[in-house]
């Protein structure tokens, strides 16, 4: 557009026997809005732009190319939640070399698709960035979707392994396709009938170890729609199994919540008036050795939506009360009593209650 003009304003001014003279500034340099105007410098015959604050790193995919080369020049700490360079509709696809400097504070904890400090890259090289004090819930920080990538010499918050490393066929090398791949295996295998023991074995053939399936469930946590298999494994089935692979016998623990927020009803804007968070924790052990997976994950899910129910329609002054553990721990027993099947036992503990006060934050009641 500023070209356009300009040609304009040149015409005009040769019409009135005048010269204009046009200068186009070098490709590296054109911006498409205002930002830093980054140095460059060579490294093996190759050009690289010098980074040396927060906001030049913000620049990269907004004012300067995804497809650039970059280096650090110094140390660069972060001061907000980060916004991850790269996407996988447009992933980066140059260099970056962390030239052993050190990035403080990555925080990135909103849950995405492309939540790392490279969010995605494909035919890219990321080497040498080191990563310090990093707050993250992804388990791939440095570079979240990779794909054709080379990743070496990276480390985060002083761990003796690098992301290189582990993408040896760890779960720093998984994307949210591999790990819809994972599920999809379970779920075509016909999960739900197998026995306990067997779908264990089904489960590390898949993840190969107890941690890695740890990491895959906190990230797709709330990643699938509500009601569909793929929720309901990842709600049920697979913590289970987690924590009965851990404990390398037919018995595990699940950790469960429950909550009710209640508006004043307005039509316009809703003013949430009350809320309870609970959560408590049920410890089983399996006599049966034909227990199903289904069988379990009923009773699992039973004891939940019961639980639901007590709490929509439960006196929210006793819940707000300091008798609501020993109310709320009574019916939790008395609800997995309702629903316990033959060859299971299971015990139930409250972990926690949290009332929504009058400045809006959540305080625990239970335990005092």
């Known amino acids: 557009m500023k070209k ?21 500034p070098p490709q590296a340099s054109i911006q498409e809005s205002a930002g830093p105007v980054l140095e460059t410098t060579a490294v093996d015959n190759e050009e690289y732009y010098l980074l040396t604050t927060e906001e030049d790193l913000q620049a990269i995919g907004k004012q300067y190319p995804l497809s650039g080369n970059y280096i650090l020049n110094n140390d660069i700490t972060l001061s907000d939640e980060w916004t991850p360079i790269g996407s996988p509709d447009e992933p980066f696809t140059g260099i970056f070399d962390g030239n052993g400097y050190i990035i403080y504070n ?38 979240y979707y990779a794909k054709d990538t080379e990743i070496t010499g990276c480390s985060i918050n002083d761990e003796s392994s690098t992301q290189s490393d582990s993408q040896e066929g760890g779960p720093l090398g998984y994307s949210f396709d591999d790990e819809e791949e994972m599920i999809g295996q379970l779920i075509s295998a016909d999960y739900q009938n197998l026995t306990l023991s067997d779908f264990r074995a089904l489960t590390l053939d898949v993840f190969n170890d107890a941690n890695t399936l740890d990491l895959v469930l906190s990230d797709l946590e709330d990643y699938f729609e509500d009601e569909s298999t793929e929720a309901r494994i990842i709600a049920y089935s697979l913590p289970a199994t987690c924590s009965e692979l851990l404990s390398d016998d037919n018995s595990g623990m699940f950790t469960d919540h429950v909550e009710i927020e209640r508006t004043a009803g307005r039509i316009i804007l809703d003013t949430l008036e009350f809320g309870c968070n609970m959560e408590y924790m049920l410890s089983y052990a399996v006599s049966d050795e034909n ?4 069988e379990r994950d009923h009773v699992l899910e039973n004891i939940h939506n019961r639980m639901q129910e007590y709490m929509d329609h439960a006196d929210e002054k006793l819940l707000a009360s300091a008798e609501a553990g020993d109310t709320v721990e009574e019916q939790l027993q008395s609800i997995i009593n309702e629903n316990l099947v033959e060859g299971m036992s299971i015990s139930g503990t409250l972990i926690n209650i949290s009332i929504l006060d009058a400045s809006g934050e959540y305080r625990t009641i239970f335990p005092e």
């Open 4 to 24: 356009t003009i300009a040609v304009v304003i040149c015409f005009g001014v040769l019409m009135l026997g005048s010269g204009c003279g046009i200068q186009t």
């Open 106 to 143: 990555l925080t990135v904890t909103k849950k995405t698709d492309h939540m790392g400090f490279f969010g995605a890259a494909e035919g890219a090289v990321v080497k040498n960035v080191i990563l310090k004090n990093a707050d993250f819930v992804s388990f791939f920080p440095v570079v």
């Open 291 to 294: 227990l199903t997976v289904s």
